[in-house]
């Protein structure tokens, strides 16, 4: 897979400096914050990852409400990041917002359940068409759950991932294969056992692959994204999904589908669209409009294995769940989120706003001369710095470069646009308009101008 930006290294270089002193330029409140914040905070901030954004310092969030993101100094921006999906049905949605006022004043937490459950049950298998549903706090937590639900289930110590993923932190899945090789991801941090040891790694699309490590029967699950969105985006291949389907039937391996960011789909999400039949499904991430929390379905029959599972073994901690998980006001969220906001008519409005997205960048690369791929998932749209879309994790990683990247985002950034800070992904909400996105295209097209000299 070759990578084609054209454009050179030292026009990445000199828009990058002119970019950065624009944003300390317009920027003096959050780099006063930054400042203040350095002194209690590692790194000054306090989730590490918010220094990977492009900016020379962190940029501090005054409000957001509906697309518009407000910072500290007043600037406005139009956001196609979207909180990386959390707000992905718009900010502070109203529905979401009253619902949460109404049960702050009612209880936040008790370890019992609301009445709100029994509605939430039923709108999540009515919508994606699992019967039996548990909640978790995020989506990380929902994907470790699930793990650990499938390995009690099967007996089945391996689990199996696909290179490039990513379904939060989960220990278990941080291995990469690199020249074909299974290798913990260098970047984990205090890692001390060895992870290859029960996860296995193939590369998505690969079907000769699945059966041969599947026909060892020693996997409990296959965890995976029906579109890998994490690594860049890498689409499957037609039919890939129905036949892996199939081979995780035969070879008694469960399918747990992490549909956190392929949600985007349509309504139902992925599996649903596409007449996906997963043992587990988890979705997190904008289930409550953004308030954390995240569930996770499973089928009748793993539903009757789990409850056998959990009866069968001793009484005591079993490894799943924590003290605020399925809190009150996470419910009041999710209900009013489920049936307010991530609606049919949100994503009637989403999906031809992403299309018309998808087209206007494909028209304005070809303008520019420059060969990178478009690819869409519904509401959510990619841009990667090849001709042809990647098919796996390797070609995905292949094609990215973090210098491009980091300068385009930190333009658009300096001009009213945010655009999710790791690759290029771009999340359309029913807030958005047609002017928005051509909002975002104006600036794309002023930004490969100046990159393209
Ligand atoms: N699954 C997928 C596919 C994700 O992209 C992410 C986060 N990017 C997660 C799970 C974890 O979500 P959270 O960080 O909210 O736990």
Redesign the pocket.
Known sequence: MTISTGISNTAIAQVHAAQRQQYVNTHPQSQQLALQTQAHWLFGVPLHWMNDWSTPFPLFMQSAQGLTLTDVDGNEYVDFCLG???AMFGHSPNAVAAALATQAQQGLSSMLPTADVAAVGNMLSERFGLPVWQAAM????A?RFALRWARAITGRSKLLVFNGC????VDDVFVDLIDGVPQQRDSLLGQVYALTEHTEVIEFNDLAALEAVLQTETIACLLA?PVM??VGMVLPQPDYWQQAQALCQRYGTLLIL?E??TISTGLGGYATQHGLQADML?L??PLGGGMPC?VYGMSADIAARAQQAKEQAPAGHSGIGTTLTANALAFAAMRANLEQVMTPAAYAHMLPLAEQLAEGLRSLFAQHGVHWCVTQVGARVEFQFAATPPQNGTEARAIMLHELEQTIHLYCLNHGVLITPFHNMLLLSPATTAADVARLLAVLDGCLQELLG
Do not use: I
């Open positions: 990386d999906t959390g995020s989506a990380t937590d994907n990513y379904h939060g932190t994204e969105t994490n992490d956190t960011h988890v997190g991430k995240a």
